[in-house]
């Protein structure tokens, strides 16, 4: 069975493999055609060299949808050397790049990623948002405590039932004190049904 995380060869694949990290670069770069960027870009994760990191974090703001995905599942794939530029790039203007930044860092799920994300909470865009506290839901950072508790509030559902499984997987008096709290106020369904999971 084929991997999902590995794409379809492109037609001239071969081309710029054998031009080796910096074909791959180029390819990823310049490339008129997604398919091309997005197996340059698994590639680029698969060598895992500190080289791919830029034109990667370059990637996540791609047009096309399965460039990002696949971008980001590099980042990840690098690992630690990725943090401080994934960090960098939560301060892009666009959304996009922002959002896949937040995933990879919540992919790498190390305790330098921590920050980033916490300050990614605050973010102007719901998604972004989100992403952030799924990435830190997979850390459980009691750090993470006090900035989740005021996305309870949040005006996206999906943030709010997010930050009520990050908290969750944080747990802890504090927690449960803030998710009976917000459970006072909630109004939709399946956040209620979130936080009495978590509140289990």
Known sequence: MADANVPQKPEGAEDFEKQGLEGLVRALRNSTDPQVRQYAAYLLGEAKHPRAIQPLIEALGDFDKAVREQATLALSSIGK???EPLAAAMKEKKWETRYRAAEAL???ADEKAVQPL???LKDNRDHVR???AK???ELGDSDALEPMVILLKDENKYVRMMAVR???AIGG??????LSRALEHEE?????????ESLK
């Not at 008096?173 to 803030?178: F, G, L, Q, S, T």
């Open 81 to 83: 050397a990725a943090i």
């Open 106 to 108: 919540g992919k790498i």
């Open 118 to 120: 916490i300050r990614a």
């Open 130 to 132: 989100y992403m952030a």
């Open 135 to 137: 990435g830190l839901r």
């Open 166 to 168: 990050a908290l969750g």
């Open 173 to 178: 008096k504090k927690v449960h004190a803030a």
């Open 188 to 196: 939709d369904e399946k956040v209620k049904e979130a936080i009495h």
